[in-house]
């Protein structure tokens, strides 16, 4: 992509300050709302920003972004995969949702699933699913983090060995070209690893958008999992790839 004048210094700006929003930069380029947003769109596309509720963000690789941005950030790809995912659910079975905005989206895409066992490490989880009468959700315990609402540490990581469920449902940060997913809390990931060990079927949900970022801990290979849900196809090497794991791949409509 060839960027413009102004897509050059609106990357600056974001660079310096860390992020940047739609009407500061009308006011400082003199241009319309709609020409700032068309900018951060093809930024965004291009892998040089990340688009949030009324502007954009710089995000680095050893950092992860706040929670409440990567809650505007992407919601109706989020919807849409949350809903392909939770329809591969059934009734009456037990899951695992960890922490992540992608996992609360199919947390709100189970309300009026029947008969369900929900145990997570994600107080949001949580919080939605009290409104499903008919399924009993199951709080791991641990250290809270006050940003994500997520439970960590060794008391998760117990609670976690003591079950073996049906389905686990994990997000990742990053997925790199090998088909490894990736984050960056190393508590994190340990509970993530201890998910997927306990779980007869393993499933990942996450957007376009993981495929430009990066991160530096691993958690575990897409051949480790069932099937990915996403937004947009794969990449034809890592389609490839998933094909010869056996892994199945769902990208919504």
């Not at 068309?38 to 050893?62: C, F, K, M, P, Y």
């Not at 992540?100 to 029947?114: C, D, F, K, N, Q």
């Not at 686990?168 to 201890?194: H, M, P």
Request: charged content about 25%; aromatic content about 6%.
């Amino acid at each position: 992509m060839t960027l413009s004048f102004r897509q050059v210094e609106i990357l600056e700006i974001a660079k310096r300050d860390g992020k940047v929003t739609v009407d500061s930069l009308a006011r400082h380029f003199g241009v319309t709302l709609q020409t700032i947003r068309r900018d951060l769109t093809e930024l965004d596309n291009a892998g040089q920003l990340d688009r949030v509720h009324g502007g954009a963000i710089i995000s680095s690789g050893t950092t992860n972004v706040a929670y409440e941005e990567r809650r505007s950030l992407h919601s109706e790809e989020k919807a849409r995969i949350a809903r392909l995912c939770a329809g591969a659910i059934p009734d009456d079975c037990s899951v695992f949702l960890n922490i992540g905005t992608s996992t609360e989206a199919v947390a709100s895409e189970l309300l009026h699933h029947r008969n369900l066992m929900v145990v997570t490490n994600n107080i949001n989880v949580a919080r939605i699913l009290v409104a499903a009468e008919q399924c009993e959700v199951i709080l791991t315990g641990g250290n809270l983090g006050r940003s994500d609402g997520g439970l960590l540490g060794p008391l998760t990581m117990d609670a976690v060995r003591r079950f073996k469920f049906d389905y686990a449902v994990i997000g990742c940060s990053a997925l790199d070209q090998e088909g490894d997913l990736l984050d960056f809390d190393i508590q994190e990931v340990g509970v993530s690893q201890a998910i997927i060990a306990q779980a007869r079927q393993s499933f990942l949900v996450a957007d376009h958008w993981k495929f430009q970022r990066t991160a530096p801990v691993r958690i575990a290979s897409l051949a480790d999992l069932d099937a990915f849900f996403t937004d947009r196809p794969l990449p034809g090497e890592l389609a490839e790839k998933c094909r010869d794991w056996g892994v199945e791949v769902h990208v919504t409509g």
